[in-house]
């Protein structure tokens, strides 16, 4: 189809490139000439092969939702569109991240909340020396609500901490209130 401009993040790019030199490749030629790791390669063949209609730029063969290695791509001598800039979205691969990844990259999200919690807290009693408990969670949960919505339990936690490492302590007239120790 001529007269047509496709956008796409640079793999789908480099693999439609490869087009420009024959009519089909299978998914190990494609594999050794664009040097696309094995994920992203697979991801990026997805959406110009199997995703959606107005986007299949690729034919699959098999016509299969998954990528094997013996899948062999031709271009869509079928595909038309209307629009003159036709944009190609990376799909979304449907198993992208396995459970321990999860695991681990919400441990290490949780990890640097603790941080941000924590600085947040020790600005706070920093400014105001002494501050109320309901107080302090509402203006911690203002400071972060940008970036975050922290739980007033997760602030608890990090208060807690920031006592036992002397940063605060209770006050002795009022249990819920903490002073800063500089």
Known sequence: SSGINAECPLRPGCILMLFNRQQSYTYKDIETES????????????????????????????????IASTDEFTINDQ????????KIQT???????????????????????????????????????????????????????SRFMPSPSAIKKRIESLIEREYLVRSPNDRKVYMYLA
């Open 79 to 86: 595909f038309s569109s209307k629009l003159i800039r036709v």
């Open 91 to 145: 799909a979304i691969a449907s198993k992208s991240e396995t459970d321990p990844e999860r695991q681990e990259t919400r441990q290490r999200v949780d990890d640097d909340r603790k941080h941000e919690i924590e600085a947040a807290i020790v600005r706070i009693m920093k400014a105001r020396k002494e501050q109320e408990h309901n107080v302090l969670i509402a203006e911690v949960t203002g400071l972060l609500k």
């Open 35 to 66: 040097n696309i790791p094995e994920k992203e390669l697979k991801r990026a063949l997805l959406s110009l092969a199997v995703g959606r209609i107005q986007q299949r730029v690729l034919q699959k063969n098999p016509k299969t939702k998954e």
